[in-house]
């Protein structure tokens, strides 16, 4: 089972930038496409962006397109969410996972992840 740490997170002011980084263990890093949700308070978890297991292509939900970005390092096992221009409607636990299948196709469902990690805070004020 992959285990996947979630770090960067923090406060924030509106039109600031965050980097997100999220640690996966294991050696099928590369195997996997991984994406991040979040979730705000009251809400359901929401899907983001993910990336395909080369790193050449990448999905981001329309709320975000333009703002953020998604990049991975298989060498660290490591994937990053870059968020610009930030805006309070993205306060949120950011979440990332693992697509379950290898062969995944950009979908932005929930029920095609697993293995998610603890949650990062991301917390921006006006």
């Known amino acids: 089972q992959v285990q996947l740490v979630e770090s960067g997170g923090g406060l924030v002011q509106a039109g600031g930038s965050l980097r997100l980084s999220c640690a996966a263990s294991?050696?099928?890093?590369?195997?996997?496409?991984m994406g991040w949700f979040r979730q705000a308070p009251g809400k359901e978890r929401e899907f983001v962006a993910a990336i395909s297991r080369d790193g050449g292509s990448t999905y981001y939900a329309d709320s975000v397109k333009g703002r953020f970005t998604i990049s991975r390092d298989n060498a660290k096992n490591t994937v990053y969410l870059q968020m610009n221009s930030l805006k309070p409607e993205d306060t949120a636990v950011y979440y990332c996972?693992?697509?379950?299948?290898?062969?995944?196709?950009?979908?932005?469902?929930?029920?095609?992840?697993?293995?998610w990690g603890q949650g990062t805070q991301v917390t921006v004020s006006s």
């Open positions: 996972a693992r697509a379950l299948s290898l062969s995944y196709s950009g979908s932005p469902s929930r029920a095609v992840f697993g293995s």
């Open positions: 294991g050696r099928t890093f590369s195997s996997y496409a």
